[in-house]
């Protein structure tokens, strides 16, 4: 019994008190979330300097075990503050050590009122492994398996961040990362309506080792109650002479098309090739661009998106069109698809949005309003931005493919959360017609003849 004692008073002597909710500094709670086997906690561990003139902030050593914060449970420590509204909260962490190469830590808002289901959003990174870097991630139901709303973004950040930012009838999470430059945006998503107004933020931890502790030093905690959206907004101007170039057909003009060969592919190396049909001085694969209308852009190779019902990729495998299942056939690699549309917007803010594997890039009226990462997993990225007035403006979509899993949706965020994909007209999305021939530049790719031949298919 007295053996039993000493351990206890050790363990306790190790991880503090902090982890059964007691305030300090500038967190007002920190506790175990999900119930894992390791006794996590969060203590005060001395001050450092941060900005070069000898200024100090408080540090904390935060020790958390659980086997994830992923899935349909998590399971890890949590140092936070429970507050309402729009709240950001950034902080610089240093890792000390770990036992899996999935170890996670970062920054995270949370629905208080459940425990390892809750609805949550959170800005991680992991330590070990060749893949360091951002993950931002949530689950958006309770009991809900989590879903990556960006699958990775580069190391080498001074700073993450997390917030929630109300704008007009939009409710919205942002992940943010300072580079040594400022905070800039990593990831957009619309927050689920269920999320509560009154939720914990601050940072986590999990060992995602059930059977082990992990622990990481936390310092440069900062909480804003009136943070402004990072991401830079595109402002779309009128076209009124659009509506002439439009045909009255609804859908999208989708082309596919492989170059012969792929050294230097990227974002660059594909805007090349859609402009000029050359890449490397060498043309498109022989037989591989082709042209088709679609209703909606719903389209892959060899993996899922968030909307089933997905049709092959015109021009890069013809024997799995119209195939039910375009899976079923090879993994093609190292191509581009440009989507080309008419669409009829109202004036004000709106969300335009692309799960795809890999990049994509949109552009309304002529105007870019964001692109993926080049290189990603199957995941939604959201794009806001503004248009002057009522009207027909053109769309514009390339999607990169590289490596392994290939798909590609356009998705309309609605003011109710609704995501839908983009030109279906019944679910209150905004109308989307192909554009007359003329309109669309498919330089050096043989793609206006194309389209002219196939008009109507």
């Not at 006794?39 to 540090?59: A, E, K, M, N, R």
């Not at 709240?87 to 240093?94: G, I, N, Q």
């Not at 890999?358 to 939604?380: L, M, Y």
């Not at 021939?437 to 389209?451: E, N, S, W, Y």
């Amino acid at each position: 019994m007295f053996k039993r004692l000493l351990v206890l008073v050790a363990i306790l002597l190790l991880v503090g008190t902090q982890s059964f909710g007691e305030s300090f500094g500038i967190f007002d709670n920190a506790k175990d979330i999900g119930g894992p086997k390791a006794i996590g906690s969060t203590v005060p561990d001395g001050y450092v300097t941060t900005d070069g003139l000898g200024s100090l902030t408080q540090q904390y050593l935060m020790t958390g075990g659980g086997s994830d914060i992923w899935g349909s449970w998590d399971q890890f420590q949590f140092a936070y503050k429970e507050l309402s509204g729009d709240v950001r909260v950034t902080a610089s962490f240093d890792f000390v050590v770990g036992n899996n190469d999935w170890t996670k830590y970062g920054v995270m808002l949370r629905d208080m009122s459940a425990d390892g289901d809750a609805i949550s959003y959170q800005n991680v990174t992991r330590k070990y492994g060749p893949e360091d870097g951002l993950y931002f991630q949530g689950r958006t139901s309770q009991g809900a398996g989590a879903q990556g709303f960006v699958d990775y973004v580069q190391a080498g950040f001074t700073s993450i961040g997390i917030q929630r930012v109300t704008l007009g009838d939009y409710t919205l999470i942002e992940a943010l990362a300072d580079y040594g430059s400022g905070l800039q945006s990593i990831g957009l998503t619309l927050a689920t309506p269920d999320l509560p107004d009154e939720i914990g933020i601050g940072v986590a931890l999990t060992s995602h080792d059930n059977e082990w502790a992990a622990q990481v030093k936390v310092y440069d905690v900062q909480y804003d109650s009136s943070p402004s959206l990072v991401m830079a907004m595109a402002n779309v101007g009128a076209d009124a002479a659009l509506a002439e170039k439009c045909s009255d057909t609804p859908g999208f003009r989708i082309t596919g098309s492989k170059p012969l060969v792929s050294e230097g592919w990227g974002y660059a190396a594909m805007n090349e090739f859609l402009d000029t049909g050359m890449l490397n001085g060498l043309p498109a694969a022989p037989g591989s661009t082709e042209s088709r209308v679609d209703p909606v852009v719903n389209i892959r190779d060899t993996s899922d998106g968030a909307f089933g019902d997905n049709r092959s990729v015109p021009g890069i495998d013809p024997f799995e069109y119209p195939a039910n299942d375009p899976a079923a056939g090879d993994d093609d690699d190292n191509y581009a698809v440009q989507v080309d549309a008419c669409i009829y917007l109202t004036a004000g803010l709106h969300i335009i949005g692309v799960n795809s594997d890999d990049g994509a890039i949109i552009e309304i009226g002529g105007v870019e309003i964001g692109r993926a990462p080049e290189w990603k997993g199957a995941s939604n990225v959201d794009f806001l931005f503004t248009v002057e007035a009522d009207g027909y403006y053109s769309l514009r979509a390339r999607y990169l493919e590289g490596g392994g899993g290939s798909e590609l949706e356009l998705h309309e965020v609605l003011a109710n959360g609704s995501r839908i994909l983009l030109g279906d007209v019944a679910a209150g999305g905004s109308p989307v017609f192909v554009p007359e021939p003329a309109t669309i530049a498919l330089l050096g790719l043989g793609g206006l003849a194309l389209i002219r031949r196939r008009k109507g298919a």
